[in-house]
């Protein structure tokens, strides 16, 4: 009897591997991947890397994605003959062309978490503020490398916080921001209203506006918020209409004092704009959890450069650790285990896509 293949990918901690093993008992061959090749779909991926991909999945008849960081394009999909089935995390996902895989027969199943509040992702934003306004990265590498004082905090009491983006995420972080450090909100997206963020406010167990008549969450307009906020957090969904939207032209906007925080998806930013606003200290700080291309290239600018020294921005990095909480992690390895043994009896599977989700 032949095995049926399973490829875990991208699993940088092997948090898969209790749960898949128990697969083997089933019949299943199970390969986990730590590292994570080049993205099929992108500009700069050249020929030979797509290739290296296709070589690595081709074997396998059930590929276990983990969010975006393998994509699933067309052209990717059509060149692996034995896949079956294919997985991800999340009830959508808009890196995998489910018509694409629908025409060829091969379901693609997700799966849900339970609902925290705050999420993952709100913590980890959060965290990246603290981080960057109290100094705590540089003074910890300062404090081991056996000095003192050599910087100052950043108070947030009474500051202005400018979420780009008030869905679940913006309203979440953005409720902590104000009802923990007192910061006044405000906000901008394409189409978002002042009614809008009325009822987000209403949603969020929070007054429309307080005894001043001043809005609890304020519509005002992206120069305006680019300008005025002390703290800038991205909040929106990667899509084409949202990729490239922050530009040079925007951050120039900003406060010499002011902190910039992505948590979001790293292409909604130009990269390239935002690194030159690090090197020239336009701005006091910038933290990070997303990027243009994941993982990090050990080339990156941003692993490189010297943040904090000769007039350059402070810079705080993390690998897109938004959504990795080894609760979270674990759970939808858990769902994809039963989708397989779902899938093995002919069962109806959890969370199956009809499309992308977006």
Known sequence: MVSTKIA??????RLSEPLFETLRSSGYE?????????????????????????????????????RERTPFPAELTNRLPNLKLLLTTGARNASIDVIACSTRGIPVAGTTVEKQSPDSTTQHCVALILALARSI?????????????????????GK????????????????????????????????????AADEKAKTAGLPVEDDNGEKTFKVISRDE???????????????????????????????????FINTARGPIVVEEDLLNVAKKG??????????????????SEWRSTKWGEEGRSQVVLSPHMGYVDYD???????????????????EAMATVYKDSGY
């Open 8 to 13: 875990v990918l991208d699993d940088y901690q």
């Open 30 to 66: 199970v390969t986990t991947f730590t590292d994570t090749l080049f993205p099929y779909n992108h500009p700069d991926t050249p020929q030979d890397a797509k290739d290296a991909l296709v070589k690595r999945l081709e074997p396998f008849d059930i590929i276990s994605s983990m």
């Open 137 to 157: 990265p540089q003074d910890d590498a300062v404090m081991k490398a056996g000095g003192w004082q050599t910087t100052y905090a950043t108070g947030l009491t």
């Open 160 to 195: 202005v916080f400018g979420t780009i983006g008030l869905g679940r995420l913006g309203i979440s972080i953005s409720r902590i921001m104000h009802i923990a450090f007192g910061m006044k909100i405000v906000a901008w997206s394409t189409n978002l209203t002042q009614e």
């Open 225 to 259: 918020l680019f300008t005025s906020a002390d703290v800038v957090s991205v909040q929106l969904v990667l899509s084409g209409r949202s990729r490239g939207l922050i530009t040079g032209n925007d951050l120039a906007k900003m406060k010499k004092s002011a902190f």
């Open 282 to 299: 336009s701005i006091r700080g910038i933290g990070l959890d997303v990027y243009e291309i994941e993982p990090l290239p050990t080339s």
């Open 328 to 346: 979270n992690i674990t759970a939808m390895y858990q769902q994809q285990v039963e989708n397989i043994l779902r899938w093995q009896k002919g």
